[in-house]
């Protein structure tokens, strides 16, 4: 049997009350509407057709590649949107699969569990529902004494009796494809929204005699629609829940998952320990035996195997094998930090990279820069990068050690196994096995105190 898939993506979302289109709202780093399309990309469909109408740029832009789209240039209603994909659809045979794309927790195997009700009962629509703890908002299934579907009635047009019922429409229906083409002409808009329901093809179906029905999900939580921003933030913590899940599930320890901040798209390899209080975003990519502290925030970056980040933000960058960072440190962009080097507490690096080994241990900026290997970098150290217009670039060669305190005005070349003297401003390229030292000379005036109106037991105030 062919598969096909209709999302619906069109509507403004007024209840969220936001400038972005509600179905461009992240859940854990991934807007919904692609959280919606990639589940049902697992069930191998061999057509999606993504509807568009508000934001339709900014929609077609996160499901490019992934999805066709069709445009719903009025918001008429869900019935209404469906039959934009017409011209994509119609003339095919096989089952279509229905989702609002405001709906981000529906994962395949529930998709793939209703094709395959779909097709064992024979139907011409199956609705997907389940019983809601509080069905507020949603569609509510009607059933007959035997228990058989007859209709959908909405929250806005339910009579009291009809909105008792606890059996909501997740939004998601399978669909004979011919069935449903013919059954959306018939859809009328008399209701109180004056909009063309979808779920009115149930009883257009039923009506004319062809067998609906519907599987019923064991649990509520993968059918939660989202329309303002409770739901939003309850999504995000049921989807949390399951990133952090299956991370512990491939052997990563989380001290404490609940605020263990995760997207979906992030990897981490086994015996990695995660505490509380972390955010880890985008495209990252996290090695095995790491340990990663509160307070870190690590955002599209690559970490390799047994790397230690101590409450510090990385931002871009690169961190290898056997390094460690923190606490209270910073990666902007581009800072690749090489095999075994240290960075310690208050440090800044951007665009600049650490060689092998190297040591850059306290309250140093290192900016437009590139460090060779075993460097020993001390205290306080500044890589002056800029000069108020321009970005200049500082090299350092295997080796040398900058002593504390010390300013490099770049552009400036320090070469391997050279020196720099504590507290120095560097304006001029160092040689190697060169020592240079630029400051003040110490002056020492004699018998300063006995020019003071002070004691020699005078304490100081
Ligand atoms: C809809 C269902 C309701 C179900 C609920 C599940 C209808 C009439 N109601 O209600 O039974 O319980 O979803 O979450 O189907 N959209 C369009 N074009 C339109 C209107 C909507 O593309 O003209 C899209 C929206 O962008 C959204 C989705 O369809 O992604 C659902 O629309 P929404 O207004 O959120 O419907 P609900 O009131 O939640
Ligand atoms: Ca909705």
């Known amino acids: ?240 829940r399951r990133i952090n899940e299956g991370h512990m599930r491939d052997g990563v320890t989380f001290i404490d998952p609940a605020t263990a901040y995760i997207d979906a798209d992030v990897e981490i390899g086994n015996d990695t320990v995660i505490e509380g209080g972390v955010t880890i975003k985008g495209h990252t990519v996290i090695g095995s035996d790491c340990l990663i502290t509160s307070g870190s925030r690590i955002v599209d970056s690559q970490i390799g195997n047994g790397v230690t980040v101590t409450s510090s933000t990385i931002e871009e960058s690169i961190m290898e094998d056997n390094t460690d960072i923190g606490p209270n440190s910073h990666l902007r962009p581009k800072a690749l930090i090489k095999r075994g080097a240290h960075l310690g507490n208050f440090v800044e690096v951007k665009k600049a990279e650490i060689g092998e080994n190297t040591k850059v241990g306290h309250l140093t900026y290192v900016g437009d820069a590139t460090l060779g290997k075993d460097i020993n970098v001390g205290c306080g150290v500044i890589f002056s990068n800029f000069d108020g217009v321009k970005k200049f670039h500082t090299t350092v060669g295997d080796k040398s050690f900058i002593g504390a305190g010390s300013t490099l005005v770049s552009p400036i070349n320090v070469a391997d196994h050279a020196f720099i003297a504590a507290d120095s401003t560097i304006t001029k390229d160092v040689g190697k096995y060169e020592m240079a030292i630029a400051r003040g000379r110490q002056v020492n005036k004699e018998d300063y105190w006995h020019k003071l109106p002070l004691s020699e037991d005078e304490e100081w105030k």
């Not at 077609?60 to 008429?76: C, H, N, W």
């Not at 089952?95 to 064992?120: I, M, N, Q, R």
Request: charged fraction near 25%; aromatic fraction near 6%; charge should be negative.
């Open 1 to 240: 049997m062919e598969k096909y898939v209709v999302v619906l993506a069109a509507g403004k979302g007024t209840r969220m009350k936001s400038k972005l289109y509600k179905v461009l709202h992240q859940v854990c780093g991934k807007a919904m509407v692609e959280h919606v399309v990639d589940a049902t990309r697992a069930v191998k469909p061999s057509k999606i057709v993504t509807i568009v109408g508000h934001g339709a740029e900014d929609v077609e832009k996160v499901l490019a590649g992934k999805s066709e789209f069709a445009m719903q240039e009025k918001q008429l209603g869900t019935g209404h949107a469906v039959m934009q994909a017409e011209g994509q659809l119609a003339a095919l045979e096989g089952a279509t699969l229905v989702v609002t794309g405001d709906t981000p927790l529906f994962t395949s195997e529930t998709f793939e569990k209703l094709f395959a009700y779909h097709e064992e009962e024979s139907n011409a629509a199956t609705v997907l529902t389940a019983e809601a703890p509080d069905p507020f908002g949603y569609g509510r299934i009607i059933r007959d004494d035997q228990g058989n579907v007859l209709r959908i009635v909405e929250q806005k047009d339910g009579k009291p009796e009809e909105l008792k019922v606890k059996e909501i429409n997740t939004g998601v229906f399978c669909f004979d494809n011919q069935e449903l083409w013919s059954a959306l002409k018939q859809v009328g808009n008399d209701n109180s929204q004056g909009e063309y329901y979808l779920t009115d093809v149930l009883e257009i179906l039923r009506k004319a005699g062809k067998k609906v029905g519907a599987y019923k999900m064991p649990d509520f939580s993968e059918s939660l629609g989202v329309n303002d921003r409770v739901a939003l933030a309850e999504a995000t913590r049921i989807m949390q």
